[in-house]
């Protein structure tokens, strides 16, 4: 893979020293593995520490990647996707949720899906109470995230039977940031969420998920895939570069793994480094739990695209209105190159 473009290093203190501990107590490669020079690898991840991120932190400092020979930097998307970060070069690697990398492909980058790590979606809706149906929904103001997230809700509305252009027997959409400022503000009824993201998100306002109606897009049929892994296609060429992603995502596995079997340490090692505010370590275990569930690491080969969930997003991205986030169908967007290199490596 070629050499890093740019590179960010996290800062030290508390909790490089706790990754250093973590790193310690792990199970330690092979001599032949300890001695051999580690490749440099950028990757661009959507955000920094959290339960969406904990696998590749924790196969960072339990030595997983060390073991499969490469040296990874995290970048983190600030005010571009990873896709793009990678598109122009400042990433070798990309993890980002499936919408938002086809678009960037559309707009023209040559960029590819190679590995799927979220085989289901995290996508969900909380809503106040006493909403407890769809048919609820009538009339209500409904906070939304752009960037193709709301293609799912959409869907949904349509699937049964709902407007969304401010209709009376509709819905009326509001636009937000990832912070449902428009739903503190009581301005609306509803707003987006991740299943992992949302035990954090109340916990610091002293709620619980309990207190809300959570519609899952899962469970409604409309769910788009999300964390994936994506590379320059010109990088499938080479089988050193082909290798090399497969050791990456043996590497990523391991971490993934590793906070499944112990979620617990898991939630006590992002304490350390999640910036403030911190929520409790039962709130980060809970968030934990959830993006297990997404990952699936024991239960499906890890990085499989499922086919059907692939074409169901695709369908939704064309056709989810007001304004579908893809024009055309994409035409060899995906490879299981590095997966069938992964499975080869076992």
Known sequence: MEAPVRQQRHRRGPAALLVLI???AAPQPPAAAQDTELTPIVVALPEGPSARTIGYYLAKAGGWFAREGLDPTFVIADKRAP???LATGDA?????????????????????????IFQKSGLVLACRKPIKEPKDLRGMNISLWSGGREGAFYAWMAKVGLGIYGEADGVTILREGLDPDAYRQRASDCFTGQSYALP???GLHGKTTFDYRVFFYEQVGTAILEDGVYVRAKDLKYSDRVERIAHFLAAVRAGWRNAAHEARKAAEFLVEIVPPPVPELATLLR????ANDLVQVDRIPFGRLDPAAYDRTVTILLTAAPDPLLKTAPRGATSDAAVKALEALD
């Open 22 to 24: 973590f790193a310690a």
């Open 83 to 85: 896709s793009a970060m």
């Open 92 to 116: 070798d690697l990309a993890v980002d949720i499936m919408p938002r990398a086809l678009k960037v492909r559309a707009d023209g980058a040559d960029i590819l899906h190679v590995a799927q």
């Open 200 to 202: 954090a998100q109340l």
């Open 287 to 290: 968030s934990i739990w959830a």
